[in-house]
């Protein structure tokens, strides 16, 4: 049960978080990733070292952060598309992703690569947040539910392959200096519709 402490000690933990992150960006936007220390990250946000590894545990554990906020405006866009289908609302999923790396400066996108050079397979395999993985279960029910998505496949599955998939095609965006971000995240948005959508539906594959 939540009570009224417990709400003011969510909000303040997450007034600390952001505080943290945002000193971070800041910093990160005038030098490179490897200059900027935790120390100095600390003394902007007006924190201790013991907090920001509480919440973090590493520099490149900020990354966390980066994806919690990705979910929530995923979480907004999808509120605004009321009527919009199953299929429409992945398309939008997609487009969020592509829009935030695109928007990410050089220092987010080597946080990003530190944590997946030094994360386990345990800490790979749930690299999204846990209200990304349910707002893409909770879409793929909606399809089911409407006969747009096949029944054959538990919707939590379905949500963890999706964001897997999507992870795998940016983690690879990250490792080099191509372009395939958006054409290699469509595709595998294509692909993962034909095999939801429910026999004579209208799932298929389609644009962003």
């Not at 009527?83 to 990410?104: M, P």
């Not at 050089?106 to 846990?130: C, G, K, Y």
């Not at 949500?159 to 490792?175: D, M, N, P, R």
């Amino acid at each position: 049960m939540t009570t009224p402490d417990t709400s003011l000690r969510d909000r303040k933990k997450r007034r600390t978080r952001d505080r943290i992150f945002d000193a971070a960006v800041e910093l990160f936007a005038g030098r490179p990733y490897d200059d900027v220390t935790v120390e100095e990250i600390c003394e902007r946000a007006e924190g201790g070292r013991a907090t920001f590894f509480r919440f973090y545990g590493s520099k490149a554990g900020l990354i966390g952060e980066f994806g919690q906020r990705l979910s929530e405006r995923m979480a907004q866009r999808l509120e605004q598309m009321p009527a919009s289908t199953a299929t429409e609302q992945l398309w939008a999923v997609q487009d969020e992703i592509v829009t935030a790396w695109g928007r990410s400066g050089p220092s987010t996108r080597e946080m990003a690569r530190e944590w997946i050079r030094n994360a386990t397979a345990a800490e790979l395999q749930q690299a999204h947040p846990a209200e990304m993985l349910a707002l893409v279960a909770d879409i793929v029910r909606e399809g089911q539910a409407s006969g747009e998505f096949t029944t054959a496949y538990e919707p939590d599955f379905v949500a963890w392959i999706v964001l897997a998939s999507l992870a795998s095609i940016t983690a690879a965006w990250l490792g080099g200096a191509d372009d395939s971000l958006a054409p290699g995240t469509h595709d595998t948005i294509s692909f993962l519709l034909s095999g939801l959508a429910a026999p004579g539906g209208s799932g298929g594959t389609g644009s962003g």
